[in-house]
């Protein structure tokens, strides 16, 4: 028995440090290894799986929208991302730079990509001539680098997987109505496939991306509190189109200058799944994104017919749903604490008196609910189960989130309430920068976001007391 207990053992309980609680999870449920470059993390396997279904579900939403996929270079010459000036400063902390090729020093340096924005300008700009060349609707699958000074799996890493969408388009009107359907994209994703609920909303002027006219948010809350920032979508208007010369001949044959956006979602939103829905045995995945959706774990599986019966289950069961069969000759305990651990959706428990009895055991991981379901009836529990554990996962997450998302008034308030209770704060403002400097400097919360749904919670902004313009979400963030 010591050794079945030891598996959940080893992670630190989330009450005790959240923090070592993610590290523990992320190594024992085997979804990424260290490497040897600090910061730099190796997507395991079942990591990557995770990863290649969202890439797999996201990309399919993307192209329902008229995307078509891209690959750009790696590298940016250095000329290339000095002209656009707010964009360049925004990144260069975090750029890291080729200075030789070989033995030799190159002409001019070139920048690991930290994102793609110049390189797709410079390219619009070659292949952009007229009206009739518009939209650009184009999406890349790639890593980034970004020279991180604090790193940590999924949440921060020197070098990470995502998607930047960049698009150009002949109206401004185009190019904002773009901006807010991929930020609706993925807040729906999130919702639908990943059990997740986010807040939609536009970042202030400090918070938004470098370059861009206006950045739009979705924000979602962790267990422990912490706002994630978890997808971001960005109208850029016609600043990198003059920057970049990327004009086109319109209708009346006037050169008019194009309209931008761009809108990314990476690795980070694993860290986001582990977060939310995870638990102290480990992950709790949610079925529409787990590798393995039911593992069938045969009880006694040395006795005749035991196995058979479990591979029979997998073969009718795999029509619908990813299945295995855990086979090995570990003890039932420690197959049923590595099934938690890994946060594998449902298991199905089968032994001799089991199949006497024309039955299985499923087991749901995300409240250990067991429901005895006759083996004629197999198929539609499984998938009656699933469907029920995935929405039970978003109205879960949900009412933690409203349970944790309060109302502050004042200063005196908003600092109370930071200090001793975790979560989302609802407060007016004037968006006066010097006011969010200010809530930041005296309490680490930042402005999340302006959500869309306002409410009006107070005339007054909640840090200099002059008459409120916004009601922003603020918190402290991963």
């Known amino acids: 028995m010591a050794e079945e207990k030891k598996l959940v053992e080893e992670i630190t309980s989330m009450e005790e440090d959240f923090a070592q609680w993610y590290t523990d999870v992320v190594k024992k449920a085997e ?14 396997p079942y990591g990557y799986a995770i990863w290649e279904n969202i ?11 008229g995307v078509e996929n891209v690959y750009m270079p790696m590298f940016i010459p250095e000329s290339l991302l000095q002209k656009e000036k707010d964009h360049v400063e925004g990144f260069a902390p975090e750029v890291a730079w080729v200075t030789h090729g070989g033995a030799e020093p190159l002409q001019e340096r070139l920048c690991v990509r930290p994102t793609s924005e110049t390189l797709f300008c410079e390219f619009y700009s070659n292949i952009i001539q007229s009206y009739r060349d518009l939209p650009k609707l184009y999406n890349q699958w790639c890593s980034v680098v970004r020279w991180e000074k604090t790193t940590r799996p999924f949440l921060r890493s020197m070098e990470f997987l995502w998607q930047e969408g960049h698009t150009a388009h002949a109206t401004a009107e185009e190019a904002q109505e773009r901006t807010i359907q991929m930020l609706n994209v993925y807040a729906d994703f999130c919702e639908n496939v990943l059990a997740i609920p986010m807040i939609k909303g536009k970042k202030s002027e400090k918070e938004k ?4 006219k206006e950045t739009y948010t979705i924000e979602a809350l962790m267990h422990d509190g912490k706002a994630l920032q978890s997808g971001t979508s960005h109208n850029f208007g016609d600043g990198f189109a003059r920057a970049f010369d990327i004009q086109y001949t319109d209708k009346n044959n006037q050169l008019q200058y194009v309209h931008q956006t761009s809108w990314g979602m990476s690795t980070r939103i694993i860290g986001a799944i582990i977060m939310v829905h995870g638990d102290n045995s480990g992950l709790v995945l949610p079925p529409k994104i787990a590798p393995v959706q039911i593992m069938i774990i045969p009880i006694n599986q040395k006795k005749e017919g035991v196995l058979d019966k479990a591979y029979e289950l997998k073969d009718r069961l795999g029509k619908d749903f990813k299945v295995k069969v855990d086979d090995s000759d570990k003890s039932p305990g420690w197959k049923f604490s590595e099934q938690e651990m890994r946060g594998i959706p449902i298991r199905i428990e089968i032994g001799p008196k089991d199949i006497q009895a024309n039955q299985a055991v499923i087991v749901r991981r995300d409240t250990r609910e067991k429901i005895f379901v006759s083996l004629d009836e197999i198929e539609s529990k499984a998938a009656e189960v699933l469907e029920k554990m995935q929405s039970d996962m978003l109205e879960r997450a949900r009412a933690h989130r409203d349970a944790h998302t309060y109302v502050a008034r004042n200063m005196e308030e ?4 930071i200090n001793e209770k975790p ?7 004037c968006m006066d920068e010097a006011c969010e400097n200010t809530i930041k400097e005296k309490t680490g919360a930042t402005s999340r976001c302006m959500p869309f749904e306002q409410e009006h919670i107070d005339d007054h902004c909640v840090c200099c007391g002059k008459p409120a313009k916004v009601m922003a979400y603020w918190g402290k963030a991963y």
């Open 209 to 212: 991306f470098a370059g861009a």
């Open 55 to 65: 890439q797999r579900q996201l990309d399919a939403e993307f192209k329902k929208t």
């Open 414 to 417: 908003f600092e109370q309430i």
């Open 31 to 44: 979804l990424v290894e260290y490497s040897s470059v600090r910061g730099c993390m190796i997507l395991r």
């Open 423 to 429: 979560g989302f704060i609802k407060a007016m403002w």
